[in-house]
């Protein structure tokens, strides 16, 4: 498999999270399509890692993967505690911050 392959692969999941992010109400889903576009952007740094034959791609893979669970973890919490106050987690009724 060529790097055109993983190339992509990377660029229809992006698609498909980005769609997700754009047509989506539900924060939930806003944050999965989140991280499907993280996930892609991991494919391309293994990707380009591999093909050029360093290691440094791979690491910066292994942070952004760290990143990626830190900020699903407190998304999810932040989640739940409004769906706690306010009952809801559709994003267009979430104006909790306004004045």
Known sequence: ???????TLAAIVFCIGLFGVI?????ISILLGIELMLNSV???LVAFSRFSGDVT???????TIC?????????LAIVILLFRVRR????DQLDLLKG
């Not at 498999?1 to 190339?7: I, K, V």
């Not at 047509?23 to 924060?27: D, I, K, L, S, V």
């Open 42 to 44: 991991n494919i391309n």
């Open 67 to 75: 990143i990626t669970v830190t900020e699903a973890a407190l998304g």
């Open 57 to 63: 791609g791979m690491v910066f893979a292994v942070f």
């Open 88 to 91: 809801t987690v559709t994003a």
């Open 1 to 7: 498999m060529g790097l055109q392959a993983y190339l």
């Open 23 to 27: 047509t989506r109400r539900n924060t």
